[in-house]
């Protein structure tokens, strides 16, 4: 079971500062990518400005999204698009505004807070886009669906698992992933004070369901994860337990980091 601090008088900044290897991060930070770490949907990045015929132009069936990215990428293949190409892309996708400022604040409290990421992207784009940010050390572990280039230099998506999730598609579901990894990190007796949970997307509220009254949800503010949040403490008061902090610019989420970190948990 996550706590709160115990102690005599000492705010949690100092606990355990100085003493590296003696104490396991006392707060798990979880982010999405798209449209939270980078300002865009890294898939719409990719195809910008290349004509996709009409049956990739459509919208996917609820649910198939992964299968019709899959079908995207063979046709850019076919069309002689290779890993540099793919490369570049996701190098320059923005991040997302005070992101940058909110990876300055975490590098220098790294012995507080583990963080980790959760997509629905692909391990190429955000592997090069986080080591093109100079933030890939950052993140413990970093959860996505498989891709790769093949024999013919075409990048390659499959899905990351399976789950019996009806909320989610069907492969990825957040809530799993997250679930997992806490009872992962607990059977290694890590076992974190406060869950903080960064996100946008519709896929993100199905994983910020497990939250705790100790932890806190950061949407970005007028996106799905927001509005469905909203929708849930309307109809169903007190059914969603964290803290909400919704967010224009991660520097919000840095604010309130600092200002907890200061007080006494």
């Known amino acids: 079971?996550?706590?709160?601090?115990?102690g005599v008088g000492l705010p949690c900044l100092f606990?355990?500062?100085?003493?590296?290897?003696?104490?396991?991060p006392r707060f798990?930070?979880?982010?999405d990518f798209d449209e939270t770490i980078v300002d865009e949907n890294?898939?719409?990045?990719?195809?910008?400005?290349?004509?996709?015929?009409?049956?990739l132009r459509q919208s996917p069936r609820e649910g198939s999204y992964n299968e019709h990215m899959q079908r995207v990428l063979a046709f850019l293949g076919e069309q002689g698009v290779r890993a540099s190409d793919f490369r570049a892309v996701y190098e320059n996708i923005p991040l997302s505004p005070g992101m940058a400022e909110l990876f300055q604040f975490l590098s220098k409290q790294h012995e507080l807070f583990e963080l980790i990421?959760?997509?629905?992207?692909?391990?190429?784009?955000?592997?090069?886009?986080?080591?093109?940010?100079?933030?890939?050390?950052?993140?413990?572990?970093?959860?996505?669906?498989?891709a790769s280039f093949d024999r013919r230099g075409f990048l390659t998506l499959g899905p990351y698992h399976s789950h019996k999730c009806l909320q989610?598609?069907?492969?990825?579901?957040?809530?799993?992933?997250?679930?997992?990894?806490?009872?992962?990190?607990?059977?290694?007796?890590?076992?974190?004070?406060?869950?903080?949970?960064?996100?946008?997307?519709?896929?993100d509220f199905c994983p910020?369901?497990?939250?705790?009254?100790a932890d806190v949800a950061f949407p970005r503010k007028g996106y799905?994860?927001?509005?469905?949040?909203?929708?849930?403490?309307?109809?169903?008061?007190?059914?969603?337990?964290?803290?909400?902090?919704?967010?224009e610019s991660a520097t919000e989420v840095a604010r309130y980091l600092q200002e907890l970190l200061k007080r006494k948990c």
């Open 168 to 203: 989610c598609p069907a492969n990825m579901c957040k809530r799993k992933i997250l679930t997992e990894y806490l009872a992962e990190r607990a059977q290694e007796e890590v076992e974190f004070q406060r869950v903080f949970y960064v996100g946008d997307g519709a896929n």
């Open 224 to 247: 799905p994860m927001h509005r469905m949040i909203q929708e849930m403490q309307e109809k169903q008061p007190g059914a969603f337990q964290a803290a909400v902090v919704p967010w």
């Open 117 to 146: 990421l959760i997509s629905d992207a692909n391990m190429f784009g955000i592997e090069a886009k986080l080591r093109a940010a100079g933030v890939r050390s950052l993140f413990r572990k970093i959860f996505s669906n498989p």
């Open 28 to 31: 798990l930070l979880v982010f």
């Open 15 to 24: 606990k355990g500062v100085g003493m590296a290897g003696a104490r396991p």
């Open 208 to 213: 910020s369901g497990t939250l705790t009254a």
């Open 1 to 6: 079971m996550r706590r709160c601090c115990e």
């Open 42 to 55: 890294s898939d719409d990045s990719v195809v910008r400005g290349r004509a996709l015929p009409e049956q």
